[in-house]
């Protein structure tokens, strides 16, 4: 187990219902809050008035940011960090899913500094405060609820980039697993491919393999597998939807990676370039790409790929097969499962042109903590078709 | 999967020489510091004396308190508070194990209190206050080092309670596996059993049993059941002695006992009874008392109890084999198991005197969230002999 150190402050309150205490949290850090949004959906549903209200209830004074879309763009940001700047915002409220938080943790940082936000983001200057956020989350993905990280997209470099920093945790994150009742089956498993790719990459793929952690992983996975498969039968299965909650949770918050020294995340970093371009939605983007990392860089990551198969997938290991006849049964297993609960498999169905492949890669490699060009176009041509 | 709040805010600096960081994390706290030790291992093995000189290079003043034993005693504690009151102390820095750690917390509570210490064990008042403590943890066994609980002895009352608070968390906790290396296989193994007792009794009798939560708890069971093997034939391997390490850490802290609404904790709680009149270590009372409570409540229990022999102890079920079969088959493995490691696994073992149970029980049904008379004697009975 390599050394690390580990630390996560956000106060989780999780379970039905647990967004009525939204009103009570928010003012425990201040009377005016930015209430951040995305598109329809959070005000169909009825969560925004329920929001709203239970915030006026306690005399917030809000004010709003919507129509915030996958994939969030810079822009917004900073159009959210004007509106703080000139309402003197003590609070970011973020009901919604990752793109919506993300963007809050943005402002956050943002809202308390005069320089240029994208700077925090390309490591030219590391945070130093940000304004307290407190998050609704309405889907079970990105784990954003429970990390320090914020993704965004920068639409003017078309450049999609993560800024990981402490000061950047949600204060709070009000979880209800019956919010993401009403998510579709298309993106209920594309989010299950988020969670799993949070803690398989570094799985699979980390400078070390501690077996307590892989152990968590294992069961984490099979899981979060179990529950796309039932709540696709029944979107209202609360234990199963609970589990998809707080598995997302878990796995992006590095608790599992702990002692691992991170995996490459090549494929975060392949995806990246991928939504940063075609603007397809993160965990179709890994459902193509998570196995065709695994499977590219099978030689170098062998036992684990193998454990993979044989602990996740539960590939019966026959007399006559090597590891690698085991791990690329595994791979392909996780193919099958992967395209019954309607994720993409190859590239093309995600819609990436073959001529834009050369490109991709380039831009790829010119990110740092990324693979070079060669290995990039390799992945890329995995499972093109 | 029950409603939850779960919240950490504890940093863990963990691995190789991570006391090392000690100066530096304390002087983030201030400048006088108490230091709490237990008895003579401590200077004996010069961590003592290492710890004095990195706080001293940062130029921290140190006040000694010294000779804490296990059950830590109220008494101990009064003394810390005393000390911290007379010099202004800012933070106070734990170099041991759990009994030291759970006196610095306690005097971390009373350094800012004027009333009787006592008062917040007995729920008569709740914290609103605690100077910053630091741990530099020396066994793997208590979890100490990343939870908000401290477990005292008031030994004019003969009661050993726990006081659980959110301003009791460590601020850091500097954990380096190497530190274990010299605790001994008897000690190791009692506290390999209060690690597995930490979350074994919410997967057995909580009130909930979620999959996810279960699948972690088995995982971290298997890796410490393992661990304590493999550090029993060889004390320096240091992968062993870190899975120890970070379970005893991830064991205690409820991360994994979230949504199951807790375990009955009838087994620390007659535990406690046994260690306050024979101050036996925690670790071989629970040795006793973990599988008796399995043993004697197994109907009421019997689903988690199978699923425990299945999958923790690799009870092979049988076609023949009811849930009760496996249930008991599982119960026998784990004490055959605790025998093989070195632990006890009945009370007169433990040197408890058969005419005592009956004041034991009646002593345990008087407190709060303990078993009721006759359920305390049917579980002292179970393994007497």
């Known amino acids: 187990m390599l050394d690390f150190q580990f630390v996560n402050p956000t106060k989780i309150i999780f379970g039905k219902n647990s967004v009525d205490k939204l009103g009570e949290e928010v003012s425990n850090y201040g009377k005016r809050a930015l209430l951040v949004t995305g598109q329809s959906s959070v005000k169909a549903s009825g969560l925004y008035d329920r929001a709203v209200s239970l915030m006026k209830d306690k005399g917030i004074e809000i004010h709003d940011l919507t129509n915030i879309r996958a994939n969030p763009l810079l822009s917004d ?7 703080c700047k000139k309402n003197n915002i ?30 925090f983001f390309i490591n030219k200057r590391t945070v130093q405060k940000a304004l307290p956020v407190i998050s609704v989350m309405t889907v079970a993905a990105t784990g954003s609820e429970y990390d320090g990280i914020s993704v965004v997209r920068n639409e003017r470099l078309h450049k999609k980039f993560g800024l990981v920093d402490v000061h950047i945790y949600p204060k709070v994150s009000l979880l209800d697993p019956q919010l993401t009742y009403t998510v579709s089956p298309r993106y209920t498993a594309y989010g299950a491919l988020d969670i799993i790719s949070h803690v398989l990459e570094s799985y699979i793929d980390g400078q070390d393999s501690p077996l307590l952690q892989a152990r968590f992983v294992e069961g984490l996975i099979t899981t979060v597998m179990e529950s796309v498969e039932t709540v696709l039968e029944n979107p209202e299965d609360y234990e199963a939807r609970a589990y998809l909650m707080w598995a997302s949770s878990l796995a992006c918050c590095d608790l599992f990676a702990v002692g ?12 990246c370039e991928i939504g940063a371009l075609y603007d397809t939605p993160h965990g179709a983007g890994l459902s193509v790409i998570l196995p065709a990392v695994m499977r590219y860089r099978l030689e170098k990551y062998l036992p684990t790929t193998a454990r993979f198969a044989e602990k996740i997938m539960k590939v019966e290991r026959k007399w006559h097969m090597s590891d690698t006849d085991i791990a690329i049964e595994g791979i392909e297993a996780f193919r099958k499962w992967l395209k019954k609960v309607g994720n993409p498999i190859t590239l093309k169905e995600l819609g990436v042109k073959k001529e834009d492949l050369e490109n991709i890669a380039e831009r790829i490699a010119s990110n740092d903590y990324s693979p070079d060009k060669e290995t990039a176009l390799g992945i890329l041509n995995t499972y093109y078709e």
Do not use: P, Q
């Not at 973020?94 to 700077?119: N, P, Q, R």
């Not at 691992?260 to 995806?271: F, K, P, R």
């Open 260 to 271: 691992t020294g991170g995996g490459t995340i090549a494929a975060h970093m392949v995806e």
């Open 77 to 83: 940001c900073e159009r959210g960090v004007e509106i």
């Open 90 to 119: 003590d609070v970011i409220v973020a009901v919604g899913g990752g793109s919506v938080l993300d963007t809050a943790k943005a402002i956050s940082v943002g809202a308390l500094d005069d320089g240029d936000l994208w700077d």
